[in-house]
């Protein structure tokens, strides 16, 4: 699960209550709360420090007529108790000085770098994923692509308005924006993949090829001297490997869900992320669907890691440094409030 740090706790209105024994509700969740997570308990003790510096109270009789308009605002949102159970709730109000010196002292919005960088070469667009975990993107097309570490992506200089090719090396995952007038192509050496509204995982490096196609359909064609060849159509849930080393070249198999829903959510890492790019993220990671009540959420950043962990323990943590709560309206769609 990601690190909680000690910037994400003073941000939070119940623990400051927690910290000033305010509330008893709050008292008693972050008491079992640090019981539970050990880990954390030296970051928690200096979250705890920051909050009862004395010097915090002259800031707040400064931000008081702000921190007022937040309290009335945050209290006409909500009236609900707080709780953590399948919904996840934000703490309740703490008091006014101390919520606005929090908010004082709440850092500055950092601006957003990009996660991959993106080098602008003579004619092409070059992508390459060096963070050591898995990195997302949506190219200019709004497609969208999962790159594994150590994996670059090029795109044609034209792609986004009279193409849509591109060359691999690596493994990537594509949700694939649906155009009707502009096939959507990935080359890995000598081998070509064509979609139209599709999701699936391509691997191209030294002469071997694998794909794998979760939705839609896909064409994958050889080209020899310039001359294409028909290699195989695909369907969901088939895989196809072409390995020239091997004795068995090409083979053609079928793979469940899993496998592939595993590789996408083995490890993912936001730094300072907006929350858009990481909501399409685990969209793609989970194959789920999540709605936003709040347009605003779309411009805050999130930072954290996680690796192999479940929908729900990352929705726990983002929600939890955003203050804000999720509810599964079914397996495959979420709601954010």
Request: aromatic share 10%; charged share 15%; with cysteine.
């Amino acid at each position: 699960m990601a690190n909680i740090s000690v910037d994400q706790l003073i941000g939070q209105p119940s623990f400051i209550n927690y910290c000033f024994h305010a509330n008893e509700d709050d008292v008693n969740y972050w008491t079992n709360w640090v019981a539970a997570h050990p880990e954390y308990a030296a970051i928690v003790e200096e979250a705890t420090d920051m909050v009862k510096a004395a010097g915090w109270l002259l800031v707040a009789e400064k931000e008081k007529p702000a921190a007022m308009a937040k309290m009335d605002a945050w209290l006409l949102e909500t009236s609900a108790p707080v709780r953590r159970m399948r919904w996840y709730y934000p703490a309740a109000a703490a008091a006014v000085l101390l919520l606005a010196a929090v908010w004082y002292f709440r850092p500055s919005p950092v601006q957003k770098q990009p996660n991959l960088p993106v080098v602008a070469a003579p004619a092409k667009l070059y992508y390459h994923n060096t963070s050591g975990a898995m990195q997302g993107f949506v190219l200019p097309d709004s497609s969208y692509v999962l790159l594994e570490n150590g994996t670059s992506l090029q795109l044609d200089s034209a792609f986004g308005r009279s193409t849509r090719s591109m060359a691999l090396n690596g493994t990537a995952y594509f949700k694939v924006s649906p155009d009707p007038l502009h096939r959507f192509q990935v080359t890995g050496g000598s081998y070509m993949v064509t979609a139209l509204g599709t999701a699936f995982r391509m691997t191209a490096t030294q002469g071997k090829l694998q794909v794998l196609l979760e939705t839609g359909k896909v064409m994958v064609e050889n080209s020899q001297n310039g001359i294409r060849r028909l290699v195989a159509y695909l369907q969901p849930t088939e895989s196809l490997l072409i390995d020239p080393s091997h004795q068995n070249k090409q083979q053609q198999h079928t793979f469940t869900a899993a496998t592939l829903n595993a590789w996408k959510a083995q490890e993912m890492v936001f730094d300072h992320t907006p929350v858009s790019e990481v909501l399409l993220q685990l969209e793609a990671s989970y194959n789920i669907q999540i709605q936003i009540k709040d347009s605003t959420l779309q411009k805050e950043v999130f930072s954290g890691r996680f690796k192999n962990d479940a929908l729900s323990a990352v929705l726990d943590v983002l929600c939890f440094t955003l203050n804000k709560q999720y509810q599964f309206i079914d397996s495959t769609n979420v709601i954010i409030q």
